[in-house]
Nanobody, 118 residues
Framework: QVQLVESGGGLVQAGESLRLSCAASGSISTFNTMGWYRQAPGKQRALVASMSSGRRTNYSDSVKGRFTISRDNARKTVYLQMDSLKPEDTAVYYC????????????WGQGTQVTVSS
């Protein structure tokens, strides 16, 4: 069973930075995608950024140029560096890992709150 443990959320002012971390435990496929999603009150969960094991990245348009995703495969950890934070970035951020081979799997972390005050 795969578990994802997130850390790094908190309360910051607009313009400040935060770094989220997510460590995976258990057996995960070599060919996987790790990423971050967020869910604000009254809204659906949506992709923020993801990175494949081949280091291909995908960012939401709303965070391009401000957020940077990275990963350490040896530590099975994914990071999200969030700079120039805005109040609209306020949400619960969820870590995700998924793969299709050899058997499709999709796992979520418990979520970490990020609050940006104006």
């Amino acid at each position: 069973q795969v578990q994802l443990v997130e850390s790094g959320g908190g309360l910051v002012q607009a313009g400040e930075s935060l770094r989220l971390s997510c460590a995976a435990s258990g057996s995960i496929s070599t060919f996987n995608t790790m990423g971050w999603y967020r869910q604000a009150p009254g809204k659906q969960r949506a992709l923020v950024a993801s990175m494949s094991s081949g280091r291909r990245t995908n960012y939401s348009d709303s965070v391009k140029g401000r957020f940077t995703i990275s990963r350490d495969n040896a530590r099975k950890t994914v990071y999200l560096q969030m700079d120039s934070l805005k109040p609209e970035d306020t949400a619960v951020y969820y870590c995700n890992v998924r793969w299709d081979y050899p058997t499709a799997r999709n796992y979520w972390g418990q979520g970490t709150q990020v609050t940006v005050s104006s």
